[in-house]
Structures are given as C-alpha cells and as structure tokens.
C-alpha cells in the first residue's frame, strides 16, 4: 500500500498513435520504484478527467501503482469520420502504442487495465494482444456488451476481472455477462436503475453514493 504521504510524479507523455496521430497521455508514477503498471482508457465522450475515471486513477495511485492515463478526446472531427472498422483499428492501436511507450521489458511485474465504455474495447485489444507479462488484471467500467468485437474478445480472456454496469445501460445485456462469469473470474457490481454514466434520476446525493460503492469495489479488486 502507498504511504499517504509519498510524493507522485507527474508527466505528460507525447505517443505517436493512429496513423501518426500525437496522443498527450497522463503519467502519474510513484515517488519510489513500482512494478506494477495500471493503464486508464476513455470512452468516446467520457475523458480521464472525470468522475469515474478520475477517481479510479486516485484509488490506483493510492494503492501503489504508476497509472497512464491515455488522453485522446474520440468526439472529434476526425474521429466520427471514420468507418466503424476504422474506429475500432484507431482504438487499438492507441492503447498499443500507449502501452509500449511506457513498458520496458521486465520492469512489471502486475498490469492493471482500468477502461470506460469504448475504452473497454481498448482494454479487450491490449490484454488479448499477447504483449503483457506477469499479473494482469481488467477493470470493464460499463462495458459495452452488446458489441461483438469486444465479447468475441472477453470470452478469450481468462485473467481476473471487475465488471461495473447498470442495469438501465443500454450496452448492458445480463445474459452475456452470466455468460461470461460462467468462464472467468469475474466479480460483477450491477447497479439498479443506473445508465450508462452510472447515474440514476434520483439526483447527485445518489449518484454520489454510487461513485464510492464504484470506487470501494475498486479498491478491493486492486489490493
């Protein structure tokens, strides 16, 4: 566990992702050596400077690890005008490159992948890819179920997993996920009444409190 009082440092990391494209990535490494790498995707409209992910990056760096966050905003222009083929060619090779920008062979030992929505898919291409060594484990923040490039994925992966959705989320299909915790090791949070953003009608009080049941489970997976 990291000592409250240990000093974090903070850099952005230029990476050359699709196509060429200049990814400006968060790293935020512990005071001292780590060996352990956790590694944070966006979703399309959903930034590592917000709540959930924003958080997640606290309990991580918390916990004891180094965390990149990959910082590529998927609203843009330029996005949005790509085939769907070509989406999802974009979002893996940024999670690749960001990968392999960061690692050096036999520096960690543990990698935790933390994604939200379509950075699940990210988080999908990266552990099946073959590329990671030692301890690796996924935390899936509203997955998008319904999508067969990431399940055709998933039912390959057999590392541990945190799974988080709520079950107003339109991506969220419970019958895949049994599916999926019938071959895995998975630990779900399901959340009644939650959307996609994990927020209910009921208000900020309640969205509140389900962001520390997110983040408390968090927690728990990563120690």
Same mark, same amino acid.
């Given at each position: ?8 440092? /903070?850099?952005t990391v230029e990476v =050359? ?9 968060h790293l !935020?490494r512990?005071g001292?050596?780590a060996? %352990? ?12 400077d ?7 990056t606290?309990?991580l760096?918390?916990a004891?690890?180094d965390?990149?966050?990959?910082h590529h *905003?998927?609203?843009?222009g330029?996005f949005?005008?790509?085939?769907p ?6 979002v893996?090779?940024?999670a690749?490159?960001?990968?392999r ?19 699940t898919?990210?988080?999908a291409t990266?552990?099946?890819s ?5 301890? !690796?484990e996924?935390? %899936?923040?509203t ?9 055709? /994925?998933? /039912? ?21 996920? =049994?599916?999926l915790?019938g ?7 399901? !959340?009644?009444?939650a ?6 009608p ?9 962001l520390?049941r !997110?983040? *408390? ?7």
């Amino acid at each position: 566990m990291a000592s409250a009082s240990r000093k974090l440092n /903070r850099s952005t990391v230029e990476v =050359a992702g699709y196509r060429g494209r200049t990814l400006r990535n968060h790293l !935020v490494r512990q005071g001292g050596p780590a060996a %352990w790498l956790a590694i944070v995707f966006p979703g399309l409209g959903y930034t590592c400077d917000m709540p959930l992910l924003y958080y997640a990056t606290c309990v991580l760096t918390a916990a004891g690890a180094d965390v990149l966050q990959v910082h590529h *905003d998927y609203r843009s222009g330029v996005f949005s005008t790509l085939s769907p083929e070509d989406q999802l060619e974009c979002v893996a090779a940024d999670a690749l490159a960001s990968y392999r920008d960061v690692s050096a062979p036999g520096t960690c030992s543990r990698v935790t992948l933390v994604g939200k929505s379509l950075g699940t898919i990210a988080l999908a291409t990266l552990a099946t890819s073959g590329e990671l060594r030692g301890h !690796v484990e996924a935390a %899936w923040l509203t997955p998008t179920l319904k999508t067969p490039e990431l399940t055709s /994925r998933l /039912r390959g992966w057999s590392g541990r997993s945190l799974v988080v959705a709520g079950d107003a989320d339109p991506h969220f299909d419970r019958d895949i996920l =049994a599916e999926l915790e019938g071959q895995g090791d998975i630990t779900s949070v399901i !959340v009644p009444g939650a959307d996609h953003a994990l927020e209910t009608p009921d208000g900020p009080t309640a969205n509140l409190g389900i962001l520390t049941r !997110v983040m *408390d489970a968090l927690d728990r997976f990563v120690r």
